[in-house]
């Protein structure tokens, strides 16, 4: 592993850590979020300036995962339901499920996966929402720069890293969390703690 690499996952790692722990205070800035060019599955360009001033918890699925991608995308769904019952509007704060297997994670394949999770009511509300796709190459950079791991498996699946990503509304990396076992009161709380 890389040297910057490496450091990236220690301070980030170390963040999440702390932020899961409920400390007082403001959260630590880890680094730099990346910046990356994708595509919704409307198929517009998508760059992570583009929602800049918005608070972003960011997923990185693929659809046929059978474990911790539907996990991560049910404890994310509480967390929208938490903000949107808060009165949060959409502009404010963004959910992002990024494919990392977008040769099957067709644009209808994303928002079938998406729309079929349900949390106490809740429904996904697109406006909140971001799907994004790219080329293998892409969407597999992009997890990469992140500092995360993804690795085909001689199954059909893959091997990856369960985390998700809380990005400020200045693009700052702030935490990582536990992706199939988020603590949803604590990404909550950090999420008001840095809307603008």
């Known amino acids: 592993m890389r040297p ?16 899961a ?4 205070g403001s959260l630590p800035v880890v680094g730099e979020a990346p910046d990356f060019t994708l595509r919704t599955i409307d198929g517009a360009p998508f760059h992570l300036h583009d929602d800049a001033g918005a608070v972003r918890l960011i997923s990185f699925v693929y659809t046929t995962c059978p474990t911790e991608c539907p996990a991560m995308t049910h404890w994310m769904l509480a ?69 995360l791991l993804v690795q085909p498996s001689n199954d059909g699946l893959f091997i990856h890293s369960d985390r998700v990503v809380l990005v400020d509304g200045e693009g700052k990396i702030r935490a990582l969390y536990p992706g199939s ?16």
């Open 21 to 24: 722990c409920g400390g007082p």
């Open 79 to 147: 967390v929208q339901k938490k903000l949107k019952a808060d009165g949060v509007p959409p502009e404010k704060v963004r959910f992002y499920s990024i494919t990392f297997d977008p040769e099957r994670d067709t644009p209808e394949a994303m928002r079938a996966f998406l729309e079929r999770f349900r949390y106490d009511g809740e429904t996904l509300d697109w406006p909140y929402w971001r799907a994004l796709t790219g080329s293998p190459e892409e969407t597999r950079g992009v997890v990469r720069a992140f500092g």
């Open 4 to 19: 910057g690499v490496r450091s990236v996952l220690l301070a980030v790692g170390l963040a999440g850590l702390l932020a």
């Open 181 to 196: 076992t988020l603590p949803v009161d604590d990404v909550y709380r950090d999420m008001k703690r840095l809307i603008r």
